[in-house]
Nanobody
Framework: QVQLVESGGGLVQPGGSLRLSCAASGSIFRVNAMGWYRQAPGKERELVAVVTSGGGTNHADSVKGRFTITRDNAKNTVYLQMNSLKPEDTAVYYC?????????????????WGQGTLVTVSS
């Protein structure tokens, strides 16, 4: 199967920066889109940013100009650089990866979620 390991969350003051990482490993044939979602207390999970296998990106309006998603295809890793953080960015951030895995003589599509990493923006 596929395992995702997230890192980089923590406590930061307003205006500060953090960088999240998510590395995928396992019986991976090909990684398609990779993205970050977040869920604040009492709110629905929402898309933060996504990057396609070709490098195209889409960022939520609320983070445009402050957050940047990138990926390293050689390492099957996606990053989220978060600058100018605001208290309303406080949430659990989840990595999401769409992959094709090797399943015997075939490949199979999977959508995999990370365990989540907490980002707290507070003075």
């Amino acid at each position: 199967q596929v395992q995702l390991v997230e890192s980089g969350g923590g406590l930061v003051q307003p205006g500060g920066s953090l960088r999240l990482s998510c590395a995928a490993s396992g019986s991976i044939f090909r990684v398609n889109a990779m993205g970050w979602y977040r869920q604040a207390p009492g709110k629905e999970r929402e898309l933060v940013a996504v990057v396609t296998s070709g490098g195209g990106t889409n960022h939520a309006d609320s983070v445009k100009g402050r957050f940047t998603i990138t990926r390293d295809n050689a390492k099957n890793t996606v990053y989220l650089q978060m600058n100018s953080l605001k208290p309303e960015d406080t949430a659990v951030y989840y990595c999401n990866v769409q992959v094709f895995i090797v399943d015997g003589i075939r490949t199979r599509y999977l959508e995999v979620w990370g365990q989540g990493t907490l980002v707290t923006v507070s003075s």
